[in-house]
């Protein structure tokens, strides 16, 4: 199995462990995995976490979990999403909205393991509202003292919600989280959204694996997972604003990014600014920069575009927006570029599905499952900033394209895969042909 995450120390450890201050001990530490997921070595090259995964049915047989199989077999009927926490921005919180928006009216229930122990009660019910912005029937936040007592409690919760589905969507090490949805297997999901990292659960045989990027199923499909293929959802842009943002005299093109700080910062062969400079030197350009900023960032890009002599009110700061796609209407945007060094998969989706071409720039040094595919044909890589103006040429050009009939059936019909997954109903394989470097 190519893309491996070995870790033989605890992998030993919590086989041989006999007391529950042992495991509490090795659960923590697995949770404190994550804080080496950068370096290097991890970053793009480990994926499946197979030693740590073979060991989960052992422990929750320590646990004395029993096994909660479901006669009636997996369906809508009575959805539970099982997390380890969420935040009010990210595409993992959108993908977990997205389905529950799709299981309307039933919805679905939410357990939150919160084994960081980072989230509180209160923080849900301030609104005024015991719902969050996820939309969920009814939401139950483990809350025990310590890790054991939260596997033993989520298990319980389930056990009496008797869940006819569950979207295991934990993060990369919450051993708590898999191990208390190991009796459930049969009705389990597991939703690989940690797609260049690490992650509890993918090599387990769950009622089904389901991948929301095209790197990572193409990496599982050929680790032989037989895993599914759903993608994602984009929101509808919804009407566009009577006044859209005006273009100043002499404006020749508009081209918009997306995504955290984190998305930006570091560098591969070349840097964030570097990109941004190569856009901005295009006569009568701008780059609206959708998401928020912070200190460093706006300093580099400072530093950047005053040394190119380029006036810093061409790169314009639109911050946080809940809708990109709106957002790409509202400026009139020609061309969406991709965030770098980490491209964002979610955006980049939103982007093509609203008719915006995007420019994803590859650094070709960086391992395969951080390099961005997709199977729509609506974005065009580049491997450095000098090869910007030709592709924003030949992305304008594709936008064109994309207005053809033929196109927008394509787009339909795999814009279709997010609503088949979420319904339960079977996907179209992905092409047998396509395969990582």
């Not at 969920?136 to 025990?144: F, I, N, S, W």
């Not at 709106?326 to 599905?353: C, F, H, I, Q, R």
């Not at 595919?373 to 394209?401: F, M």
Request: with cysteine.
């Amino acid at each position: 199995m190519r893309f491996p995450y070995e870790q033989p120390r605890l992998e030993r450890e919590l086989a041989e462990a006999r007391t529950i201050e042992a495991l509490e001990a090795l659960f923590f530490q697995v949770g404190q995995l994550p804080e080496q997921f950068r370096t290097p070595a991890i970053y793009g090259r480990g994926l499946f976490a197979k030693g740590l995964d073979d060991l989960v049915p052992r422990l929750a047989g320590r646990l004395r979990l029993a096994d909660q199989p479901n006669p009636r077999g997996k369906s809508n009927d009575n959805v539970c999403v099982l997390a380890t926490q969420f935040y009010k921005t990210g595409g993992h919180t959108r993908v977990v909205a997205d389905i529950i928006e799709r299981l309307q009216p039933q919805g679905a229930a939410i357990v939150v393991t919160d084994t960081y122990r980072e989230q509180r009660v209160a923080q849900f019910f301030l609104e005024g509202s015991h719902r969050t912005v996820l939309n969920e029937r009814a939401l139950v936040l483990c809350t025990a003292g310590t890790l054991m007592e939260r596997v033993l409690e989520a298990y319980m919760v389930l056990a009496a919600m008797r869940p006819s589905r569950i979207i295991l969507a934990t993060h990369p090490m919450d051993l708590v989280g898999v191990v208390a949805a190991w009796p459930f297997r049969d009705v389990v999901e597991f939703l690989h959204h940690a797609d260049h990292f690490p992650g509890l659960g993918a090599t387990l045989p769950f009622s089904a694996h389901v991948d929301l990027t095209y790197t990572c199923h193409l990496a599982c499909r050929e680790a032989g997972l037989d895993p599914l293929y759903a993608g994602m959802a984009a929101p509808e842009p919804g009407p566009v604003e009577a006044s859209p943002i005006p273009r100043p005299p002499g404006s020749r093109l508009r081209v918009a990014t997306c995504g955290a700080p984190h998305k930006y910062r570091g560098q591969g062969r070349h840097r964030w600014a570097d990109y941004a400079v190569a856009v901005l030197r295009q006569p009568g350009s701008e780059l609206i920069h959708v998401g928020p900023t912070d200190d460093a960032l706006i300093q580099e890009l400072t530093e950047a575009l005053t040394a190119a002599g380029i006036p810093l009110d061409r790169y314009i700061l639109a911050n946080y927006q809940p809708n990109l796609p709106a957002e790409l209407a509202k400026y009139g945007v020609d061309v969406y570029l991709s965030s770098y060094p980490e491209t964002g998969g979610k955006a980049n989706l939103e982007a093509m599905m609203a008719g915006v071409p995007a420019i994803v720039p590859i650094d070709p040094t960086l391992p395969p499952l951080i390099q961005y595919r997709s199977p729509l044909p609506r974005w065009l890589p580049v491997g450095s900033p000098d090869e910007l103006p030709a592709a924003i040429e030949r992305a304008r050009a594709l936008k064109a394209a994309m207005a053809e009939p033929e196109e927008a059936q394509a787009l339909a019909r795999e814009a279709g895969r997010f609503d088949d997954y979420a319904a339960l109903r079977p996907l179209q394989p992905t092409p047998a042909g396509d395969a990582l470097r």
